[in-house]
């Protein structure tokens, strides 16, 4: 597989053309992938690595991908996040000459208390609509999803009573090509403050493919023409995304931007690590100092958090399926 960001720089070139069982070069298959990036400017760089490693692992040896990387204009940036665009992203003006053929469309922090009412709504649902006749599959992730129902079938968010963050197991509800091959339950990070209605969303024409007893619904889609997936989870996440979010929580708490301690995400750290951050906890809320953070020793994540990682398997799929001969 060849890997290539927008301006051709290359981060891996295998053998393009291996042979089939019978002996016979194998064609490579060329497919477009569009990542819309609209993380915020700490996590806007591990985003990019992570999708490009997520989707140079999932795809076969004859698929050749080219990824480039946009950004929402409306979204604010410090001066080293512009920097970091300016190098390596294309203008999304020009998404619509480059023949993707799937996009990966990734959430973002909330600023405001309605969706419609963010900075980058305009430029976020003109994306939905650009999609639906102009990708075979677009992946929505997180706030994306949330902002990709609303725009599309007034399926408004709900504030969660308290954030969701970590680990949970989920399990298929029924088959489909996104899940297929892929045991259950799997185990997906989540990181969020608002959920979507299941049952609203499937009144209105959703499939329902994974959910959890703990968190609702995980991955849903539809199809119109574009074949839409959305993640309420994060399976893209690597092993350390979860931590370096609490973090930076922590570190917002200690500082006065948020009067609320961050809750530990679940089934994350090892038993002895969570012993270590709830008596950190404890001494934080009393000296609120924003250097005791340099305080905290090494963490340790739970031993089985990669068992059931569907990640790649999900993304494989949707490759298979992007590169599937109509």
Not at 72 to 86: E, N
Not at 313 to 323: D, E, H, Q, T, V
Request: aromatic fraction near 8%; glycine fraction near 6%; include cysteine.
């Amino acid at each position: 597989m060849t890997l290539l960001f927008d301006r051709h720089r290359r981060i891996t070139s295998p053998a393009l053309a291996p042979a089939d069982f019978d002996g016979r070069a194998r064609r490579p298959i060329e497919l477009t992938i569009g990542l819309v990036n609209n993380m915020p400017d700490s996590a806007l760089k591990a985003t990019d690595v992570q999708i490009a490693r997520l989707l140079q692992q999932s795809a076969s040896r004859h698929v050749r991908l080219r990824l480039h990387c946009f950004s929402l204009p409306s979204i604010p940036r410090s001066h080293a996040a512009r920097s970091h665009l300016a190098q390596a992203y294309t203008d999304i003006d020009r998404i619509d000459g480059l023949g993707i053929d799937g996009l990966i469309v990734t959430g973002a922090e909330p600023i405001a208390a309605r969706l419609r009412e963010e900075p980058y709504w305009s430029d976020l649902s003109s994306i939905v609509d650009w999609a639906r006749t102009n990708t075979r599959s677009t992946i929505w992730s997180c706030l994306a999803a949330h902002a990709a129902v609303l725009h599309l079938d007034d399926i408004e968010r709900q504030r969660l009573a308290g954030k969701c963050s970590g680990v949970y197991e989920c399990v298929k509800v029924r088959d489909d090509w996104l899940t297929d091959g892929i045991e259950t339950p799997l185990k997906v990070p989540h990181s969020r403050l608002n959920a979507v209605n299941e049952p609203l969303l499937a009144a209105r024409g959703y499939d329902i493919l994974t959910r959890s007893d703990e968190v609702g619904v995980d991955i849903f889609a539809r199809s119109m023409p574009s074949r839409f997936v959305f993640f309420q989870g994060h399976p893209e996440y690597d092993a350390l995304s979860l931590q370096r979010e609490y973090m930076r929580d922590i570190a917002r708490f200690l500082a006065g931007q948020r009067d609320d301690y961050p809750r530990l995400p679940k089934s994350y750290f090892s038993a002895e690590t969570e012993a270590v951050l709830n008596a950190f906890e404890a001494r934080a809320k009393v000296r609120r100092d924003p250097t005791l953070a340099a305080e905290l020793p090494g963490l340790t994540l739970r031993t089985d958090l990669a068992s059931g990682c569907a990640a790649q398997a999900l993304f494989r799929n949707w490759i298979g399926y992007l590169g599937q001969v109509e």
